[in-house]
Each structure stands twice: as C-alpha cells, then as structure tokens.
C-alpha cells in the first residue's frame, strides 16, 4: 500500500548482538503502534559499510537510521569526547545516571550541527585491556607491550601515558597479530572480546575499565522530518524506551561472554584503577581546555 | 525491477565493451538513481572499496615483483627452481603451485599471493618456453590455496560475519586438508596439460650446476626466507612485508647485483603504478555494486527462492553453492563474506552443515569466483601482471576451473575432510 | 617492458595512431597523463617509505605514529586514482571486447564513442561528488593525522576531472578517425 513507509536502519553487529535486537525491537513497536504503516528495515553485520561510512549515508538521507559507536564520532562531534575520555565514568551505574539525564540529552542534541537526530545512548559497558603476555594490575604492568589502538588521538595518548606502545592497526589485523606476537594486546569491551574470538590468542584479561564511551543511535534528519509530527513523536518515544531492552539484553549477552570467557580458561584479574587514573590525568587536563567538553565532564563528575 | 536495473545496464555496458570498472560504476549509479537514492553512494562507496589497509599489499607485492624480475632476483630464483624440476613434466608449474601453498602460508590472501608469485613466475616460465596463458592460468589457480592454508584472515572475517561463535582456530585446522587436496589437484592438472601441449624437458644438469644457482639465487632465497620468518615470528604484518620486500629487492639489485640504474627504477615504478591503478579501481568501483546487491537484500532474496524450490539437503546444498559462486563472480571476496555469512549460514545450519564446514567451502567457492569472470579480482591481477587479454586467459582455464571446482564438491559433499582435523585438535 | 602497453583493450594501437596523426606525437594531454603516471608512481614510493617507517619505528624507536595508517590509506587512494585516470588515457583498463573486436567499422566507431562517453559521464561524477564529499568533510580533523577527515576525496575528484578529459579526447579521435584506422585487426 502506498501508505507503508520503511525506514532503513543499520549496525556492523550481527543480527543477536544487543543493539540490532534493540533497534529491531523499535521496528516491533512502530509497527503495532501504526497498524503496519511505519516499519524498520535492518541492514546488520555491516552489509551497508563500516560505521564511519554510514554517519555519512544518514547524513545524505541514503539511510534514515544508523547505530555507531561514540568513539568514532569524537572528531566529527566533539561533544562525545567527554564520554570518551578515559576514567570519566566510575561504574555502569554512574554511566547510565549520566546517560538517562543531562549529559545524555546534550551530546544527543549535539548530532543536530550536522543534519542527525540523536534517537538514544547504548551503554556497552566498561573496555578493559586484554593481552597474550601477563596478568596486567598496574600501568607498570603494560611497559614495553604493544597495544593495537582504534584510530583515536585519546586512545593513542592515553596508552602512551600507560606506558604502552600504541600500535595502530586495522581491525580485521588483530586476531593474527595477536597470534604471531606482532602486536601484544588490544582493549574492547568484554562482549566484543568473546564475539571477535580474540580470547583464542590472548589469554590475560585485565579489569581497567578505563573507557566507558558507548554507542548512539541516530537518525537523519531530512528522514525525521519527512514523517508526521506524531509519527515523529512516537518514533523518539519508542527509542528512548529500547534503552531499557538494550540494556537488559546487554547485561546478560555480557553474563554469558564472561562465563563463556572463564571456561575457556582466559586469565581474569582486577586493577589498581587508582593507579590507572592518576596516569592518565595529563591526558584530562587537555580536554579541559575546551569550554563544552569541561561542562560536560563536571557533570559527569557531579554524579559520581 | 530495481535488481534487473542493476544487472542490465552492467551487462548491456560490459558487452559493449564499455570496461569492467566503468560499467559496475555506472549500473550502480543508475540504480541508485532509478530508487530515488541520492547518487552520491556511489562516489562514496567507491572511495570506502580502496579503504581497506589489506589492499596496500597489492600494489607493493606488485611492484616488489617488478623490481626482482627487472633487477635479476626472479631469473636467478627460478634458474634454481628450473634445475631441479626442469626434468619434469611441467616442473615450473609445480613450482609455481608449491609457491602458491607456501607463500599462502604467509600471506593469507590470494590476490596478495598472485601479486607476489605471479610477478615473479609468470614472465620466467614465458621465457622457458611455456605458453603465457598456461603460465598465467596456473598461477592464478594456484593463488586460492592461500585462501585456505592458515593464516588466512577471509577466515577470521567469516567467524566474525557469523557472529564469533565459531573457532578461528578450527577454523584454521579445517581449511589445511582441503588446500592440500586443492595443492595436488592443481599440480596433476598442471602435468597432465604440459603433457598434453608437449611442453620440453630440461635434462638434469647435474648437481655442480645446481649449486652455483643456488649460490646465484641465495639474495632471493633470503627475501623468501625474511618473509616467512618476518610474518611468522610477528615482527611484520602481511602488508608491511610487501614494503620489507620491495626495500630488499632495491638494495640487492642496486648493491649486488648492481643491475638497476635510475631509468630502470622510474620505468619500474611507472609499470606498478599503472597496474594498481587498473586493479585497485575494479575493487573501489565493484564496492557499490556490492553496496546495492546488499541494499536490494539480493542474498536473501535468493535463498527464499532456493528453499520454496526443494527441501532435499544435498540438492539444496549444491544449489546454495551454485548460488553462491554466482554471486560471488559479482562481489569481491570480503564484501561477499560480509553479505552472505549472515543470509546463508542459517539454512546451512538447518540442513545439518557444520558452521565450520561451512565456512570452508564459502571461502573455497569464493576462490573460484575469484578466478571468474566478470568480476574476479584475482582474474585482473594474473592478466595484468601476465600481459595478457582477460579473454585469452579464459579461452584455456577450464580445465583448472573444472579441477578447482571438483576440489569444491569433493569438501562439500565429505565433511570430514574439513572436520577431521580440527576435532583431533581438541 | 612496463612501457608495453598492455594488451586488453583492442582499440589501443588504432587510437593511438589517430591520435598521433591528428595532434602530433605529443600533445599536452599526454603530458598531463605522464605526470598522472607521476603521481600515482610517487604515492607508490611513499606507500613504500610510510609500511617501512611504521615498521623502523616499531623496533627501533619502540613508539609508532598514528598517522601512518591514514597516511598510508590516501597514498593507495592517490595511487588508484590518477593510475586509474592514466589507464583512461592508454585505454588500459580491464573490459571484454569481443564485440567491439568483430563489428564492422561504423559499428565499431558508434560503441567506441558511446564506451569513452560513458567513461567521461563517470569521471565527471567522480570529480563534482568527490569534491562535494571533500568539502563536506574538510573542518573534521582525520583521527591520527593532521588532516582533514576528508581527504581521501581529493585525488578522486582530481582524478576524475582527469578521466572526463582523456574520454573526450579519445572520443574526438574516434569520431574524427577515417573509417580505414577503425578496422580491427
Ligand atoms: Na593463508
Ligand atoms: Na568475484
């Protein structure tokens, strides 16, 4: 029927990871609330390009709906660098209080600037370092070890100030790097640690938690503009309430991968955090120097 | 009708004689234009295809090639190579098979292994007489096997577009057996034409002469040698290998053998800047046809019509290969992973075939269509790099197709060649 | 060797005889193709220079730069490009020519003229959207590298601006060629 309006939506997960059942959940509703007139369709695993590349799609309205990860957004939207920004955030709870209040509403207002419509914050839990040589408890641990870094200045300086060798490499790499001792370790979130099979090659799991910055789901805003005032108002509706499924299916997939993780024998430690923190503070400082972001990071810090 | 957009105006194009890169560019930006997307994907995505830091190989492993073959390493490699097989039937053949399985267990990617060896094979088995489409045929074949011999990161790409839940390293246990298998297929395939074309036979020269080439050939050998320890031992990646490579040919051929003035290394550059640009801008412009093949979901479309067709398992097997290969001779090989994993693993799934078994005869399958027309990458970098016209190149491979393609329904139909391995590792 | 000329395109050696019958041996385009060559030949050594620095730097230096991978990534998209746009001027590029090989003269001019027009509508594209995406992208700092986010747009929009006038001078050989330089041989 002519009526029927599609909108297309994509993630570089596969179809069971958290925020593509999320966001499929979205389509559910949408369709139930609008008798089938509004519906998702979802292009998962990648199969429209990497993440950088579909920001860019939405953008151009070749895509209406786009799940990324913030890190890949700090050049482009600086506001996410807060969220970004090593040892910001001090627990998941403190992630989601931030997230679910004024922090979140502001970097969400952010994508604006550039033609997108932030739909909601996906929280993916704390990334910790992992590596093939030893247990890591303080950044004494990580001296001389070769990290591969996502293409990120704050991950780069932050693993410089650590002690570590930033190795930049592409992601598609790490798995043999890590088996031919190229590269030494890398850092991810514990899910995507499991999913990447990683943990055949690196054996030590150490609990930095030193990043925290999580995913967004953003829509075009020429596509948001092209539905009803209503439609746009349940639409927005219906994302906020997925953070609360996202989240749930997030906290047991991570359940699971741990569990997976300690039956196939990886080595799990926690850290000196303090230690971590103290080291990486000169990287803070920097950031400070920008108005916005140090607005953003006293908020932040006032829920702690 | 937008598929049939698609295909038409590539066809029309291609038949045409419009070239191959120029016509997929032009399906693509019709389509997007008769959707109503805004066109500009198309420039996008073609951007994206060349953005992938495993591509940097190709044009350095080509230009490494052209430096060893101009500077005198190749000639002197393969002189060795020829005194100790020449007395074979089609010994340089074999040769180039065996170099194929051993670079490939470096390299991981099979258009990295036909920059590599073909550069360095393909014009030295010429001058030795053999006809250049043999020549190029076998390299070209032979370049699959290093889709399967470990390491191979088309592996590690399907576990990941299967959602990690499946072992890289079974994975890597499954593929060895059906790369030997494929090794020695090839090489009968290869006596058995050299037979047939009445290929000469070197008489053995005797071993005082096969010692001063190996002398000769020793600074070869050791580039070799620094390749598969380098990449072994974790001190460089695949890719910067090339680079290591391309700087230790310069230096033997300028200090030591002393054959490589200023001309020669600008024509040398100019023969590989060449080549890249014609290889690499294929796989940038197939990126949105792929792009569009995945929007129009032409994967899944195609396995609803494979499963209202027949429920029998082996029937629906042969065919999802069948599908497959043909899709695959429109993608190149990661886009094709990245799309079909998620679509195809689950009916394969539910007709009892193991993820890991499955993900070998993918990538097995995906090898053939990279040797097949009209988009098989591998296709365009052993005719380049063999001087030779796509269409004469394909007038004698079909005897190599046939061997590859039997290898394929030999580890289709017997699981255990791929499973036998990995479980006497657990 | 890498001066002969590759031998895919079946219309190569006709074109390049009207070419040279109607300009001359060299015409300015042909330089332009030569410095395209240029280009593409340099990326290649810096593509060279970039994997074995990012090696040296590794061990030697036991730091490594983040920008040589960003790097790395726009000297192969600068190699493609004008390699590309040089293979429009020799007429190199890969494609299956049987048609064009067994149609007679007129036909063979008309699927010539349509070949190089449709090459030229490309590069066109490639130029205007690659130089929309360039400017799109030009205030975002690339991660790693100190340069815009979207550079990798700039040697393909050059380069298609490259392909648009090889295609065209193709295209008025073709057109002006007499029917006898059209035979296929
Ligand atoms: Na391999
Ligand atoms: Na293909």
């Given at each position: 029927?002519?009526?029927?309006?599609?909108?297309?939506?994509?993630?570089?997960?596969?179809?069971?990871?958290?925020?593509?059942?999320?966001?499929?959940?979205?389509?559910?509703?949408?369709?139930?609330?609008?008798?089938?007139?509004?519906?998702?369709?979802?292009?998962?695993?990648?199969?429209?390009?990497?993440?950088?590349?579909?920001?860019?799609?939405?953008?151009?309205?070749?895509?209406?709906?786009?799940?990324?990860?913030?890190?890949?957004?700090?050049?482009?939207?600086?506001?996410?660098?807060?969220?970004?920004?090593?040892?910001?955030?001090?627990?998941?709870?403190?992630?989601?209080?931030?997230?679910?209040?004024?922090?979140?509403a502001t970097v969400l207002q952010g994508f604006e600037k550039r033609d997108l419509v932030g739909l909601a914050i996906y929280d993916c839990g704390a990334r910790s370092f992992y590596n093939v040589r030893r247990p890591i408890y303080t950044p004494a641990d990580m001296h001389g070890l070769k990290f591969r870094v996502p293409a990120s200045d704050i991950f780069m300086r932050m693993i410089r100030l650590l002690g570590g060798n930033p190795t930049p490499l592409a992601y598609g790499e790490v798995f043999s790097a890590l088996q031919t001792h190229l590269i030494d370790g890398a850092e991810n979130n514990l899910r995507s640690f499991h999913s990447s099979r990683q943990f055949e090659a690196a054996h030590y799991w150490s609990q930095t938690e030193h990043s925290y910055s999580p995913d967004v789901l953003l829509i075009s805003r020429r596509s948001l503009d092209s539905l009803s005032k209503r439609d746009q108002a349940l639409l927005l509706d219906i994302s906020r309430a997925s953070v609360a499924v996202m989240r749930k299916l997030w906290d047991e997939s991570e359940a699971t991968a741990r569990q997976e993780l300690i039956a196939s024998h990886v080595r799990m430690n926690d850290c000196d955090l303090d230690a971590f923190r103290k080291a990486v503070a000169p990287l803070l400082a920097d950031y400070h120097r920008d108005p916005a972001i140090e607005a953003l990071y006293r908020e932040i810090r006032s829920l702690a | 009708m937008e598929v049939t957009v698609l295909f038409v105006v590539f066809g029309v194009l291609l038949i045409i004689g419009v070239p191959v890169a120029f016509s997929l560019a032009s399906a693509a930006l019709a389509t997007l234009l008769y959707i109503g997307l805004p066109p500009i994907v198309m420039v996008q995505q073609t951007a994206a295809g060349a953005g992938s830091a495993s591509l940097i190989a190709i044009p350095l492993f080509i230009f490494a090639g052209e430096i060893m073959l101009r500077g005198g390493i190749s000639e002197r490699l393969i002189g060795l190579a020829s005194s100790l097989v020449g007395h074979l039937r089609g010994g340089l053949g074999q040769v180039s098979v065996l170099s194929s399985l051993f670079f490939g267990g470096v390299s991981g990617s099979a258009i990295a292994d036909v920059s590599a060896i073909g550069s360095a094979m393909i014009p030295q088995m010429v001058c030795r007489g053999f006809d250049r489409d043999f020549a190029v045929n076998v390299t070209m074949t032979a370049a699959m096997v290093a889709l399967l011999v470990p390491p191979s990161h088309n592996l590690i790409l399907y576990s990941a577009s299967a959602g990690g839940s499946i072992s890289i390293a079974d994975l890597f246990a499954a593929g060895i057996l059906p790369a030997l298998l494929m090794t020695a297929t090839l090489m009968v395939t290869c006596w058995i034409i050299a037979r047939r074309r009445g290929y000469a036979i070197e008489a053995f020269?005797?071993?005082?002469?096969?010692?001063?080439?190996?002398?000769?050939?020793?600074?070869?050998?050791?580039?070799?040698?620094?390749?598969?320890?380098?990449?072994?031992?974790?001190?460089?990646?695949?890719?910067?290998?090339?680079?290591?490579?391309?700087?230790?040919?310069?230096?033997?051929?300028?200090?030591?053998?002393?054959?490589?003035?200023?001309?020669?290394?600008?024509?040398?550059?100019?023969?590989?800047?060449?080549?890249?640009?014609?290889?690499?801008?294929?796989?940038?412009?197939?990126?949105?046809?792929?792009?569009?093949?995945?929007?129009?979901?032409?994967?899944?479309?195609?396995?609803?019509?494979?499963?209202?067709?027949?429920?029998?398992?082996?029937?629906?097997?042969?065919?999802?290969i069948l599908i497959l290969l043909v899709l695959g001779t429109f993608m190149d090989l990661a886009p094709m992973i990245i799309i079909c994993t998620p679509i195809f693993l689950p009916l394969a799934k539910a007709i009892g075939v193991d993820p890991v078994h499955f993900g070998v005869i993918l990538i097995l399958k995906g090898g053939i269509s990279l040797i097949s027309p009209p988009l098989g990458s591998v296709l365009f970098v052993g005719t380049a790099i063999g001087k030779i016209s796509i269409g004469e190149t394909l007038k004698t491979i079909w005897p190599f197709w046939l061997a590859a393609f039997s290898v394929l329904l030999v580890v289709t139909f017997v699981p255990q060649l791929s499973l036998w391995l990995p479980a006497l590792m657990k | 060797m890498a001066e002969a000329p590759i031998a895919i395109a079946p219309d190569v050696d006709a074109e390049q005889a009207v070419s040279e019958a109607e300009h001359g041996p060299r015409t300015w385009l042909d330089r332009v193709a030569s410095l395209a060559t240029g280009i593409a030949g340099t990326a290649l050594v810096g593509m060279v220079a970039v994997q074995a620095l990012q090696v040296f730097a590794r061990y030697v230096l036991n730091d490594s730069p983040g920008w040589t991978e960003p790097v790395a990534l726009l000297l192969l998209n600068t190699a493609m490009s004008f390699g590309a746009a040089a293979g429009v001027h020799r007429g190199s590029h890969f494609g299956f020519f049987i048609l064009v090989h067994s149609a007679p003269p007129t036909v063979r001019k008309v699927l010539l003229s349509i070949t190089n027009l449709v090459i030229a509508g490309i590069g066109f594209v490639l130029a205007l959207w690659g130089g929309e995406l360039l400017l799109d992208g030009i205030d975002i700092p690339m991660a790693g590298a100190p340069m815009p986010q979207s550079a990798v747009y700039a040697p393909m929009s050059v380069a298609g601006a490259l392909m648009v006038l090889f295609a065209l001078q193709r295209l008025v050989a073709v057109i002006t060629a007499p029917a006898a330089s059209m035979r296929s041989k």
């Open positions: 029927s002519p009526d029927v309006r599609i909108l297309t939506a994509t993630d570089v997960h596969v179809k069971d990871y958290p925020t593509v059942a999320a966001v499929q959940w979205i389509g559910k509703q949408l369709e139930q609330e609008t008798g089938g007139r509004l519906r998702l369709r979802v292009y998962h695993s990648g199969q429209l390009g990497r993440e950088s590349e579909a920001i860019d799609m939405a953008r151009f309205g070749a895509i209406d709906i786009t799940r990324v990860y913030s890190g890949a957004l700090n050049n482009a939207f600086p506001l996410t660098q807060a969220l970004s920004l090593p040892y910001v955030f001090d627990s998941v709870p403190h992630l989601r209080a931030a997230l679910d209040g004024k922090v979140g | 020269p005797g071993f005082g002469v096969v010692l001063r080439r190996l002398v000769a050939a020793a600074p070869g050998l050791l580039l070799v040698a620094i390749i598969f320890i380098g990449i072994r031992a974790g001190i460089f990646t695949a890719v910067e290998s090339a680079a290591i490579a391309v700087v230790y040919a310069l230096l033997v051929t300028a200090l030591v053998y002393r054959n490589l003035n200023w001309r020669d290394f600008l024509e040398t550059v100019t023969g590989a800047a060449r080549t890249t640009g014609m290889i690499l801008f294929v796989i940038a412009s197939a990126a949105s046809f792929g792009w569009l093949l995945a929007y129009l979901q032409v994967p899944s479309a195609a396995v609803d019509g494979l499963t209202s067709i027949t429920t029998d398992k082996n029937l629906l097997l042969l065919l999802m | -």
